[in-house]
């Protein structure tokens, strides 16, 4: 893959983007930059990344780039490696908690490209809950929601359509593997989860629903999963650490007997924007995430999860998941996926 660089000043003309020339179209209409610094096929990226950067009286500076656990930065380690050797007297730093601190609080025009994000997968979700009937497969569900985003004004994304839909016994120990062409089932637990993106920016959201009668088991551990959730919510305010919303519904979890059946017992949750998963999770107290205070313009996916308890190794009763995706605001959240909720979906069959 070929490095493409964004060199963030202290200014905005001594910013730039370093890109390929065919990109030029791109850059010059997606972003701010007024001049990127492009490189031909037989340009060398990297001495083009070390020119914009003397010129602009950088070469002996303190550098930042995005270096920590987990982050997918565009330049290898080799690239890394070729640009301490050809600027020796810049200090590199990792600047990715830095990076994704200011990523973290979104600008409303953010909020609004997110907001209609969440619109769109609510109402593929409505469509596919109200198109349930047994015999349909996982990738026709898939299908239904993929039209709906569609019909309802959704455009083309860099960004695919995640719809991860699933039903039956032997599927919910697989939850992130594509749809398949099992067809669903009366009074079996069917879980929907997926986003999609608008110009950039993803969605995240996850119902559960059923086609007759769920068992009293499959009945009582989707409910006190969506009692998680809402305590959840009530614990996320301005100032305090987001580590108070997974006590919240840890407690939840505790009083209803399913605390060790947490799928992620780490977190609830995270941020939300260019990626799918950003910082900060929603993590239990005392821990890096856990500490961080919630503040307006955080853009947050609260998702319980219980499976395999009392003994279920094999996940056989179900995946118990519902999540909501929320907008921090000056005086408490707006839940963004309000529109649908959050209670087991139950439709007749026939």
Not at 154 to 163: E, S
Not at 301 to 320: K, N, T
């Amino acid at each position: 893959m070929l490095p493409i660089v964004a060199v963030i000043g202290p200014d905005p003309a001594s910013s730039t983007v370093i890109d390929t020339a065919t990109e030029w179209g791109s850059v010059e209409a997606a972003t701010w930059i007024e001049r990127a610094e492009l490189y031909g096929p037989h340009d060398d990226p990297i001495e083009k990344l070390v020119s914009a950067l003397r010129r602009r009286g950088m070469a002996t500076g303190r550098l930042g780039l995005e270096l920590g656990s987990g982050r997918l930065p565009h330049l290898s380690p080799s690239d890394l490696g070729r640009l301490r050797m050809l600027l020796p007297d810049a200090a590199f730093v990792d600047a990715s908690d830095l990076l994704h601190s200011v990523r973290a609080i979104k600008s409303q025009a953010e909020i609004n490209v997110l907001r209609r994000s969440a619109n769109l997968i609510v109402h593929a979700f409505h469509a596919v809950c109200q198109s349930l009937r047994p015999g349909l497969t996982e990738v026709e569900l898939t299908r239904i929601a993929s039209s709906a985003i569609l019909e309802a004004g959704g455009t083309p994304d860099l960004n695919p359509t995640v719809l991860i839909f699933m039903a039956g016994s032997q599927r919910y120990r697989a939850p992130l593997l594509p749809a398949t062409e099992r067809p669903v089932g009366r009074d079996e637990l069917i879980s929907l989860d997926g986003g999609c993106s608008v110009q950039g920016y993803h969605s995240d959201f996850a119902r559960g629903a059923v086609i007759g009668r769920g068992s009293p088991e499959v009945i009582s551990q989707f409910d006190a999963v969506v009692q998680a959730l809402t305590a959840a919510e009530s614990a996320i305010r301005p100032g305090r650490p987001v580590g108070d919303a997974w006590s919240a519904a840890q407690v939840v979890l505790d009083d209803a007997g399913l605390g060790d059946a947490a799928v992620n017992p780490i977190n609830i949750g995270h941020s939300i924007g260019l990626d799918h998963w950003e910082r900060p999770t929603i993590a239990r107290p005392g821990s890096e995430m856990g500490d961080v205070r919630a503040r307006p313009g955080m853009v947050l996916c609260i998702e319980p999860q219980v499976a395999g308890a009392h003994g279920d190794d094999s996940w056989s009763r179900g995946l118990f998941l519902v999540e909501d995706q929320i907008l921090v605001t000056g005086s408490g959240i707006e839940v963004l996926t309000a529109a649908f909720s959050p209670e087991l979906y139950v439709i007749g069959g026939t």
